[in-house]
């Protein structure tokens, strides 16, 4: 019973699971999300990377192909989102208007430490989920 204790404590010690925050806040600082974004009609998922740049945060979501659905950046101090790179599916500009708007509100909800944000007119469910990394000692 001692060894199979042993054995997990130093398996435990060997590997451990980093708790990240949900929001790059530093410069230089990277989080990343399983990201969802669910539609009346369809859904969207894959990985999204935010990184703190200079107090820029920039952020980049793929599929499980590694197809980039969207590249943006936001800007926290004027609370502005900049869309960079859109999959041709969702290149339209009442799309993208939408989009720009959720991702600012998405932004000041992961600011917060929450990981979803509703969009009750369009009944968009944007959920990103934080991530947790391996130390391997």
Known sequence: MLTIFLIFISVFRATTLRAQHTF???????????????????????????????????????????????????????????????????????????LRKDLVLLMSSLQKGESEYYNECRKITYQFIPIPYEIVE
Not at 31 to 36: D, G, Q, S, T
Not at 50 to 79: A, H, R, W, Y
């Open 24 to 98: 790059p806040i530093s410069d230089g600082e990277k989080v990343k999300y399983n990201a969802v974004i669910q539609m009346p009609n369809a859904y969207i998922s894959g990985v999204c990377v935010l990184l703190n740049d200079c107090g820029v945060i920039k952020g980049c979501m793929f599929n499980e192909f590694g197809i980039t659905m969207l590249d943006f950046s936001f800007s926290p101090d004027k609370q502005k989102v900049k869309l960079h790179h859109v999959i041709k599916m969702m290149d339209k500009w009442y799309i993208k208007r939408v």
